[in-house]
């Protein structure tokens, strides 16, 4: 058995002396792991960083096998955020999420795609918002889509009456339904329905939002916990602004 395919390195250990043991998530075959032999060298490190683009293939005797993987390094995703811990540290998160939620050799293509569009994004001024955004989509994959497109309860569609979003089921609730229960809901960032160009307040409400739904039916119904990752990164970046003078939305 045999193939290759486009793919985005989510992880990687050593296994052995010298080989290393990969993950990757790939444009068709998913998420994908294989053996890479030679990987604890100098010469595959770059390709083996979360984040690298690679061109991949993997082979094994039996479609059941572990397999090797080859690797040719197209970019090295990290390598271009040294100098930015907070982007690199969000690149963390979405490869740790990526690979602790989506199921083994199971094609997710738009996630793919998806993936690629926030690693170019995170080189722009909208990256955050655009992370929040990617975290929807992941949550969409796995067969959890959250509803922002009319109030719950209510049936309004008026983007500009939708401020909550219920915590059991994912769906938009506008400000008049939703008053009196507040403290009880989940602040909808007004960027994810296109009232504003968001903003690092409405990121960290986007954060909390994806965070309830990623823990409560991602983590929680597999007895596990949020990748330390992503907490790490959500830290980070509420500290960043908060210190910046940005007092962001708890």
Request: one cysteine or more; aromatic letters at 6%; charged letters at 20%.
């Amino acid at each position: 058995m045999e193939w290759t395919d486009d793919a985005i390195v989510l992880s990687a250990r050593p296994h052995g002396e010298t080989a290393a043991l990969a993950v990757l998530l790939t444009r068709g075959h998913g998420r994908h792991a294989g053996l890479v032999h030679g990987g604890q060298g100098s010469r595959m490190r770059p390709a083996l960083e979360p984040g690298s683009r690679v061109a991949a293939r993997w082979a094994a005797r039996l479609v059941e096998q572990l397999g090797t993987l080859a690797l040719e390094l197209e970019r090295a995703t990290a390598a271009g955020l040294l100098e930015d811990p907070l982007r690199l540290a969000a690149l963390s998160s979405a490869c740790a999420l990526a690979d602790a939620a989506l199921p083994e050799r199971e094609p997710h293509p738009a996630l793919f795609d998806a993936t690629l569009a926030l690693f170019d994004a995170l080189q722009t001024e909208v990256w955050a918002e655009i992370y929040v955004r990617w975290e929807i989509g992941l949550l969409e994959e796995a067969g959890f889509g959250l509803d922002f497109g009319r109030c719950a309860a209510t049936g309004i569609a008026d983007n500009d009456q939708l401020a909550y979003v219920s915590p059991r089921t994912g769906r938009a609730v506008s400000l008049s339904a939703g008053e009196p229960y507040r403290d009880r809901l989940l602040a909808l960032p007004p960027f994810l329905v296109g009232r504003s160009a968001g903003g690092a307040e409405e990121v960290v409400q986007g954060l909390a939002l994806t965070g309830h739904f990623l823990d409560r039916h991602l983590f929680a119904l597999r007895h596990a916990e949020v990748p330390a990752a992503r907490t790490r990164f959500v830290d980070r970046y509420r500290k960043a602004h908060t210190t910046s003078g940005i007092t962001p939305a708890p």
